[in-house]
Structures are given as C-alpha cells and as structure tokens.
C-alpha cells in the first residue's frame, strides 16, 4: 500500500518501482526481517528521494 501510495506521489516509473523492491528486501535482510514491511519500504523510497534530488 505504502509503496502504491509513493510510486504515484514520486511519479517513478516501473524500473524504479523495482529498484525501490530491491533496496527493501536488502533493508530486510539486513535487519533480519523475513518479509518487507512499510519501515523497510519507506526507508528504501527516502533513498530514492535523495537519489532525485542529487543526481536529478
């Protein structure tokens, strides 16, 4: 829901929606969480956010 929520907000397109995913499942990872939850999915958009706002 959260990610839905972000993609039409940030307007990202499909690949970017994808590498939000991937950078979740490694936060996931690397909290030892099993499944990816709105923490994990808004800290990977938050990275995503600053990747725009300094590499445009």
């Not at 397109?13 to 909290?31: E, F, G, P, Q």
């Not at 994990?40 to 590499?55: C, F, I, N, S």
Request: glycine fraction near 6%.
């Amino acid at each position: 829901m959260l990610l839905s929520v972000s993609t039409e907000k940030l307007k990202l397109s499909n690949r970017a929606y994808a590498r939000v995913l991937k950078v979740a499942r490694t936060i996931c990872d690397l909290d030892g969480v099993d499944e990816i939850g709105d923490a994990q999915v808004a800290e990977a958009v938050q990275y995503r956010a600053l990747d725009r706002k300094y590499w445009g």
